[in-house]
């Protein structure tokens, strides 16, 4: 089952002897639950292209489709709700908030949509996430992967479609790195969520069911790696 399209996805940033074409004419669907790891060099389009498929920046032709909703057709108010629950995002940087303790950081997706808080998947992340004995510590009590666990918890209280993750171990050393790329490979299964991860660990990106190759804005790969 089709959970994303893209369709003749193009993004450019400014204009005539400036202009950059960060995304030319992509196209590509997802099946839902499938692991999919995006890699490329520095500058290809990456990050651009995850940031439009959360609907974090909009596109300068093309449309998206998740779970059969055209993203960029709503107004801004529909575009926020879209955010907070059909997409969950991670990135390098943890983005916690610093004054929050590990409960309120995980939960604050929930607070702001106007939810009550699951408690019962609550727990259920604190466990899977190991992160039981830390729900009252402030970000800076906690190593860095410790941050990485919260900032997953956040990406999925509120049980999104898609999770994007951008580079989540580009800050971690080769053992929390694995051990971040096993929890959302868990999530993944645990929950059949669609999981899409740029990364540029060769290693990493041979653990997904799928391979995009991008280079100068264009897909230049795209392999199934195990079905």
């Given at each position: 089952?089709?959970?994303?399209?893209?369709?003749?996805?193009?993004?450019?940033?400014?204009?005539?002897?400036?202009?950059v074409?960060?995304?030319?004419?992509?196209?590509?669907?997802?099946?839902?639950?499938q692991f999919?790891?995006?890699?490329?060099?520095?500058?290809?389009?990456?990050?651009?292209?995850?940031?439009?498929?959360?609907?974090?920046?909009?596109?300068?032709s093309?449309?998206?489709?998740?779970?059969?909703?055209?993203?960029?057709?709503?107004?801004?108010?529909?575009?926020?709700?879209?955010?907070?629950?059909?997409?969950?995002?991670?990135?390098?940087?943890?983005?916690?908030?610093?004054?929050?303790?590990?409960t309120?950081?995980?939960?604050?997706?929930?607070?702001?949509?106007g939810?009550?808080?699951n408690?019962?998947?609550?727990?259920?992340?604190?466990q899977?996430?190991?992160?039981?004995?830390?729900?009252?510590?402030?970000?800076?009590?906690?190593?860095?992967?410790q941050?990485?666990?919260?900032?997953?918890?956040?990406?999925?209280?509120?049980?999104?479609?898609?999770v994007?993750?951008?580079?989540?171990?580009?800050n971690?050393?080769?053992?929390?790195?694995?051990?971040?790329?096993?929890?959302?490979?868990?999530s993944?299964?645990?929950y059949?969520?669609?999981?899409?991860?740029?990364?540029?660990?060769?290693?990493?990106?041979?653990?997904?069911?799928?391979?995009?190759?991008?280079?100068?804005?264009?897909?230049?790969?795209?392999?199934?790696?195990?079905s």
């Amino acid at each position: 089952m089709e959970i994303l399209r893209v369709e003749n996805l193009s993004k450019i940033y400014g204009k005539a002897e400036t202009e950059v074409k960060a995304l030319d004419n992509v196209s590509f669907s997802i099946e839902k639950g499938q692991f999919v790891a995006i890699i490329g060099p520095s500058g290809s389009g990456k990050s651009t292209l995850l940031h439009i498929l959360g609907g974090v920046d909009k596109p300068t032709s093309g449309k998206v489709y998740v779970d059969g909703c055209d993203v960029y057709a709503q107004n801004d108010e529909q575009l926020a709700i879209f955010r907070r629950r059909q997409v969950g995002l991670i990135y390098q940087f943890y983005n916690l908030i610093p004054v929050l303790n590990v409960t309120e950081n995980i939960t604050l997706p929930a607070l702001m949509d106007g939810q009550k808080v699951n408690k019962e998947r609550l727990q259920e992340l604190l466990q899977v996430l190991k992160l039981e004995e830390r729900q009252k510590h402030l970000p800076n009590q906690l190593s860095g992967g410790q941050q990485q666990r919260v900032s997953i918890g956040r990406a999925l209280m509120n049980a999104p479609a898609v999770v994007l993750a951008d580079e989540p171990t580009g800050n971690l050393d080769s053992k929390n790195s694995q051990e971040i790329v096993e929890l959302l490979k868990l999530s993944n299964k645990k929950y059949n969520q669609t999981l899409i991860m740029i990364t540029h660990d060769e290693n990493i990106a041979l653990q997904a069911d799928r391979i995009i190759a991008i280079e100068d804005g264009k897909i230049i790969r795209d392999e199934v790696i195990r079905s």
